[in-house]
């Protein structure tokens, strides 16, 4: 079974700044995908940026992108200039390829942006 | 270019009685998945259907919990004999092929007093 950690219940960071969210996975898989999805508080889970285990290339979406360290089994989430609208609950999930394609999801780690 | 839907958006229901839970996936869409979001267990997946094939079930937190997709769209979760322990937010998610992004619905909250 596959496990995802995000060891940081509770981020904050102030708008226009930089912050960085952890996750850490464990698996015996050698081909899966990776993802970030943000949930506000309307519930409506949106996917953030996607990464394919088989390349080297960290993903990047405008002001998100990624930092994959597939030897380490860390995959974490890197938001650029702030902005008030990306205050929310930040999941982090693992996909098995080629069998089922249910997301494993991490706990979450809630991301406030002040003024 | 409707998104995944989900009825009734909230449900309060008594413990021991059965609830339906309902989701329009986006057309065309062949994957369809339910998840439940309760604040001890996190996101958790429970079934997975993809087109014609048998359906995923082995997220499945009982027998209690059933699922099923009526001409590969529409799918009911139905939860019989409720109990307070499934309290929780049930997400329903479709994708146009099974390692696609998954489109979330808003979710049905679903409380059991």
């Known amino acids: 079974a596959q496990t995802v950690t995000q060891s940081q219940p509770e981020m904050s960071v102030q708008e226009a700044e930089t912050v960085t969210l952890s996750c850490t996975y464990d698996?015996?898989?050698?081909?899966?995908?990776l993802f970030w999805y943000k949930q506000p508080p309307s519930r409506q889970m949106i996917l953030v940026i996607r990464?394919?285990?088989?390349?080297?290339q960290n993903a990047t979406e405008n002001r998100f992108s990624v930092n994959f360290q597939k030897a380490a089994k860390s995959f974490s989430l890197k938001i650029s200039d702030s902005q008030l609208g990306d205050t929310a609950m930040y999941f982090c999930a693992f996909m098995k390829m080629n069998s089922g394609y249910a997301l494993n999801f991490g706990k979450g780690t809630s991301l406030l942006v002040t003024p | 270019g409707a998104g995944v839907s989900q009825s009734p958006s909230n449900k309060v229901t008594e413990k021991g009685k059965d609830v339906e839970l309902r989701c329009d996936p986006i057309s065309g869409h062949t994957a369809l998945y339910w998840y439940r979001q309760s604040l001890g267990q996190g996101l958790e997946f429970l079934i997975y259907?993809?087109?014609?094939?048998?359906?995923?079930k082995s997220g499945l937190p009982s027998d209690r919990f059933s699922a099923e997709r009526t001409g590969g769209s529409v799918s009911t979760l139905t939860i019989q004999r409720t109990q307070q322990e499934d309290s929780a937010v049930y997400l329903c998610?479709?994708?146009?092929?099974?390692?696609?992004?998954?489109?979330f619905g808003p979710g049905t909250r679903l409380t059991v007093l």
């Open positions: 698996t015996s898989e050698n081909n899966y995908y």
């Open positions: 259907f993809q087109g014609n094939s048998a359906p995923d």
């Open positions: 990464q394919e285990a088989y390349k080297q």
């Open positions: 998610a479709s994708s146009s092929q099974g390692w696609n992004e998954q489109f």
